[in-house]
């Protein structure tokens, strides 16, 4: 399973940013997929899931009501929408799919918040 994220940037605060993960490989073997985030001095923390058979999410607290995660079926993708974003949603952030378990991860695409 091969991951590429992309999507990041710098936004003011109150802004908007959407980020995409697209799998490649075996596509069929994935149980789940999401987003972590780790910012400067802080452990990577998990942001938003989705679960594949079913579709059920899962989005943080502290991102909750300005982060959506969605699927797109036809690209074999994810969707992270973000709104109303905050200096302290600065990080990079990692999506990752989950097989038998396992993460394999994409590389990480910088979000900064900042006036």
């Known amino acids: 399973v091969q991951l590429q994220a992309s999507g990041g940037g710098s936004v003011q605060p109150g802004g908007s940013l959407r980020l995409s993960c697209t799998v490649s490989?075996?596509?069929?073997?994935?149980?789940?997929m999401g987003w972590h985030r780790q910012a400067p001095g802080k452990q990577r923390e998990l942001v938003a899931g989705?679960?594949?058979?079913?579709?059920?999410?899962y989005v943080a607290d502290a991102v909750k009501g300005r982060f959506y995660i969605a699927r797109d079926y036809g690209t074999n993708s994810i969707h992270l929408q973000m709104s109303n974003l905050k200096p302290e949603d600065t990080a990079v952030y990692y999506c990752y799919g989950e097989v038998g378990g396992n993460a394999s991860w994409g590389q990480g695409t910088q979000v900064t918040v900042s006036s």
């Open positions: 490989g075996s596509i069929f073997s994935i149980t789940g």
């Open positions: 989705i679960i594949i058979a079913g579709s059920n999410s």
